[in-house]
């Protein structure tokens, strides 16, 4: 069930374990301490939708005006806990 910790609330248990969850992910898939986008969705628990992942990559990426293939660990905990929880929050 992929983004499962982004719906719930931030102060509960899902939510910490969800970026453990994620943040485990990155330490094993990340190369140089990077996270390359072709592994993005496997990161985020959403392995089975990787197109849509890829496309979120890329969405979240152009409002930060970013054109990248990777991103740091910083990154990702940005990206995943401000701006996702934003677009599946409302």
């Not at 969800?18 to 094993?28: I, L």
């Not at 072709?38 to 089975?48: E, K, L, P, V, Y």
């Not at 970013?66 to 991103?71: A, F, H, L, N, Q």
């Amino acid at each position: 069930m992929g983004l499962r910790f982004i719906s719930s609330n931030a102060s509960s248990s899902n939510g910490a374990n969800g970026w453990n969850d994620v943040e485990n992910n990155f330490d094993k898939l990340s190369k140089d301490e990077f996270l390359y986008r072709s592994n993005f969705a496997q990161c985020i628990g959403m392995r089975d939708l990787k197109e849509f992942a890829l496309e979120l990559f890329d969405a979240l990426g152009r409002r930060r005006r970013m054109k990248v293939e990777k991103i740091s660990k910083d990154e990702l905990y940005e990206l995943v806990s401000i701006r996702i929880f934003k677009y599946f929050s409302t």
